[in-house]
């Protein structure tokens, strides 16, 4: 149980193009998601925290304009960089927690296996 | 400030036993945890603990004492797939988790 997924695995775009990024719970519903960067053999970044139905939080530093967060449902959070450029190739991994599922402390975050996204 | 402190690498041999470190200062607290992430993958979970002691999950302990802000990580008849990253992260008392910068495991034959 708690799997994560997210799409797509890697993406090369243009410079100046925008690209959307998905993170779904696959078989429970997320009561929060979040958003996280990692540049290489660097620790992980939150940027920003998300619950269903409600705008996200974002962290010191993340431009809420360029990093765009929509979690429409408890199953679906997605993220959209906007006008990308090189310095934002890095890679973005969602995860999710969920309350009293058995089995399992509650807040555990489990993370959907990321994207790496390329800006040329 | 909250702050997470653990070591950057740490070098091992395949059948050895190995103990990561984790001190955590943080505004409140409601539990530690404790990921393995392989190069260019996402975290996985590997345990939590809240209260102080020791959780034993097969090859992988975990021990908290809250009173000195310390954990471990004790990976006992380490094997190659082990070789890995180990990230350690505290839950500050608005269930935020602040996280380490992870400790790079390296195991040799």
């Known amino acids: 149980g708690a799997v994560v997924s997210q799409h797509p695995s890697w993406v090369i775009c243009k410079s100046g193009t925008s690209v959307k990024i998905e993170c779904r719970s696959l078989d429970f519903q997320a009561t929060t998601m979040f958003w996280y960067r990692q540049f290489p053999k660097q620790s992980l970044m939150l940027m920003a925290t998300?619950?269903?139905?409600?705008?996200?939080?974002?962290e010191q530093g993340v431009e809420k304009d360029k990093f765009l967060i929509n979690h429409a449902s408890l199953t679906l959070s997605t993220l959209t960089v906007t006008s990308a450029h090189p310095e934002d190739s890095s890679f973005y991994i969602c995860s999710a927690t969920y309350t009293g599922l058995a089995g399992g402390p509650t807040d555990t975050q489990y993370f959907g296996p990321g994207t790496r996204l390329t800006v040329l | 400030g909250q702050n997470i402190d653990q070591p950057t690498e740490m070098t091992a041999t395949e059948g050895a036993i190995v103990q990561i470190n984790c001190t955590y200062q943080?505004?409140?607290?409601?539990?530690l945890f404790w990921y393995q992430q392989h190069a260019g993958e996402a975290p996985t979970f590997l345990s939590y603990?809240?209260l102080d002691g020791l959780e034993e999950k097969g090859r992988f302990s975990s021990f908290l004492s809250r009173s000195k802000g310390y954990s471990y990580l004790l990976l006992k008849e380490l094997q190659m797939k082990d070789s890995a990253s180990y990230l350690c992260a505290a839950m500050d008392s608005n269930y935020q988790l602040i996280w380490g910068a992870g400790t790079k495991l390296i195991i040799k034959p």
């Open positions: 603990n809240v």
């Open positions: 943080t505004s409140g607290f409601n539990g």
């Open positions: 998300s619950n269903e139905g409600s705008k996200a939080t974002y």
